[in-house]
């Protein structure tokens, strides 16, 4: 089983948050929801407490729907930013009947694999340099992690991410091919995208919205990909509104 962090009353409404490439942390500022909702963050494979397993995209897939199912709370929320947007994107294409509501922030679909493949390859050249304590120390700081353990914690996955993890975030990807389920599946979804954000994320979005008519789009200004983390009383704000309508 996927390793997963859990906060708050089971017999709340669940939430699963699938998190960003390699930073487990981005929800740090909504665990105060548990107050409201039953939270789940799993650790995706490549980062966190799962960092020994490299990311793949199938076998991670496996991995959660064998957790939502396991939860025993269906059809639950779900919210993913970035790779976890990816991975929500094909939850709902492929196990609609597991969600109630899906929010899927700042998705990233290539165009082709061309693409993907040019990112992996300047991803792997950078590798040695992203993999440094000192780089994690940055992200530490932009994440507000506060706690002295919980900084340690993340420090010591952040220095052991496998060059093959950051290169299958792009290569090992979700597209609309593999997924063909999207376009008739009837989980509301609510995109979420910064208004500074790389041109291929507001493709995305503009696809998802063509294909799917059960897609809404709201775009936050003036914040480009951290949007989760600057505005993060927003996003809360936006997850409250949506799964209460």
Sequence with gaps: MMYYEEYGDQKNPTIVLLHCAAIVE???????????????????????REVKQDFELEKTMLALIRLIKGL??????????????????????????????????????????????????????????????????????????????QAQFFLDYWTKISRTTWKNYYTDRVTFEKYPGFPVSSVPILCLYGEKEPKVIAATVKKMLALNPHCEVKRIEKVGHDHPIKKWRNFQAEMKGFFRS
Aim: proline residues 6%.
């Design 72 to 149: 025993g709370s269906q059809p639950v929320y779900l919210v993913g930013h970035s790779e976890g947007a990816n991975l929500a994107l094909a939850l709902v294409s492929q196990e609609p009947e597991l969600l109630k509501k899906a929010i899927i922030s700042s998705p990233m679909v290539d165009e082709n694999d061309r693409i993907s493949r040019r990112k992996a390859s300047f991803v792997s050249l950078l590798y040695p340099l992203i993999k440094k304590r000192w780089m994690g120390k940055v992200y530490v700081k932009f994440l507000g992690i506060d706690e002295p353990d």
């Design 26 to 48: 981005i929800y740090l500022k909504q665990h105060e929801l548990s107050s409201q909702y039953h939270l789940v963050i799993p650790h995706l494979y490549g980062s966190g």
